[in-house]
Structure formats: structure tokens, C-alpha cells
């Protein structure tokens, strides 16, 4: 199965700061990368496909780049409800894999 | 609106065997590639289980390949998740998902790309003696 490593696990930022996660495979995926957002005790939900394809509703200032092994989901200016965990998932090939998550807390 | 609710989590005995369902409406319950995702307590999310819309074909994670079965009943918009031989690892939160199917179609790429746009509110199951 594709592993997906995803950094940091955790990261501290306050609001309006710029925020990073990358995630990498262990082999080439073209561009077939999601990113979900998760608030404790609430299921995920889809911010990105097709690695930097914005789903609908989400806000701009999500955006996500990368192609083949190394991806990037950018908060360009993280708001207070922007606090959650950040997941990368592969679906290029089955079994889909997710990255360990990125937990974005608080500064 | 599209929605699903998950059902049929509990506690069972290592061992055992149970079966999640997750109703479906709103949308063409048929046309659309539906999963099953797993979050042990803590823990981050794992891609457990996807069935085709016709259901011709199904996938699993290596975890519980041989003893999970999904499967799903289009006039009944239902999918579900048989589990059988289960173990304590298995003890997570079970969600289903639907596919974002022909809004993932890139007409640059000619390609069709996944992602889970859909979720339910999550059914608990609890595997322990």
C-alpha cells in the first residue's frame, strides 16, 4: 500500500498567521490528493481534490498544490475556526491511504 | 440535500460479528462510489472499505481484507459494512461517505478524480470482553 507521511503532526499558529502541512507519498500518485478537515467529535469534511481543486464552499483561503509525490495544503490566513486536525488522503489507487494528520492549535 | 445516517454499531465480543448500515438520501443514491472510514478513539482517520455504484466492484484496506464485506442495496439507498472475526483494533468510530462523482470529472485531465464529499455523523464500535 502507497504510505502517506504528512508534517508536522502538530503545529501552534495564531490567527492570520500563514499555515503549511505538507504531505508526501512513498510513490508517484499524479495529483489524485484530498484534504479533510476535522473538528473533534464531528466527521471530516472535503476541502480540496485532485490535489489543488477547491470544493465547493470552501473557503479561498485554502489552497493546495503538488503533483506526483509531494503535496502542500496553504491556510493563507488562518481564522479561529480554522483550529482542527488536517488529513491528506491518496486516492489514486486502492487501498486509499491517509497521512497521520496535522493537528493546528492555538498559538 | 444529501445525507447519510450510519446505524448497527454496539459492542461485541472479540471474535463476533455486526453489521453497520448507513441510509442514504437526497441524491441518486446509485450513480455514486460509496466508502467506509474508521477512527480508533485518539486516533487519526483510516479508508476501510469502497463499493462501485453498480456494487460490481469493492475494495479494502489490508487491515480487514477476508473478514469485512461491503456491500449495498440501490433501491433501498443503503450501504452497508458485514464484520466478521473482529478484534480489538477494530474498536473506532465507523463513517460512511459518498463520492463527489461527476463534479470530480476534469474536462483538462479527461479524467475522473475521488473525494468524499459526504459524510455521516459516525456509528461506535466498541470490540472488547
Known amino acids: 500500500a502507497i504510505q502517506m507521511t504528512q508534517s508536522p503532526s502538530s503545529l501552534s499558529a495564531s490567527v492570520g498567521d500563514r499555515v503549511t502541512i505538507t504531505c508526501r507519498a512513498s510513490?508517484?500518485?499524479?495529483?489524485?490528493l484530498g484534504w479533510y478537515q476535522q473538528k473533534p467529535g464531528k466527521a471530516p469534511k472535503l476541502l480540496i481534490y485532485?490535489?489543488?481543486t477547491l470544493q465547493s464552499g470552501v473557503p479561498s483561503r485554502f489552497s493546495g498544490s503538488g503533483s506526483g509525490t509531494d503535496f502542500t495544503l496553504t491556510i493563507s490566513s488562518l481564522q479561529p475556526e480554522d483550529f482542527a486536525t488536517y488529513y491528506c488522503l491518496q486516492d489514486y489507487t486502492y487501498p486509499w491511504t491517509f497521512g497521520q494528520g496535522t493537528k493546528v492549535e492555538i498559538k | 440535500e444529501a445525507q447519510l445516517l450510519e446505524s448497527g454499531g454496539g459492542l461485541v465480543q472479540p471474535g463476533g460479528s455486526l453489521r453497520l448500515s448507513c441510509a442514504a438520501s437526497g441524491f441518486s443514491f446509485s450513480s455514486y462510489v460509496m466508502s467506509w472510514v474508521r477512527q480508533a478513539p485518539g486516533k487519526g482517520l483510516e479508508w476501510v472499505s469502497a463499493i462501485r455504484g453498480s456494487g460490481g466492484s469493492t475494495y479494502y484496506a489490508d487491515p480487514v481484507k477476508g473478514r469485512f464485506t461491503i456491500s449495498r442495496d440501490n433501491p433501498k439507498n443503503t450501504l452497508y459494512l458485514q464484520m466478521n472475526s473482529l478484534r480489538a483494533e477494530d474498536t473506532a468510530v465507523y463513517y460512511c461517505a459518498k463520492d463527489i462523482g461527476s463534479s470530480g470529472y476534469s474536462v483538462t485531465d479527461n479524467y475522473y478524480y475521488y473525494g468524499m464529499d459526504v459524510w455521516g455523523q459516525g456509528t461506535t464500535v466498541t470490540v472488547s470482553s
Open positions: 510513490q508517484g500518485i499524479r495529483n489524485d
Open positions: 485532485a490535489a489543488s
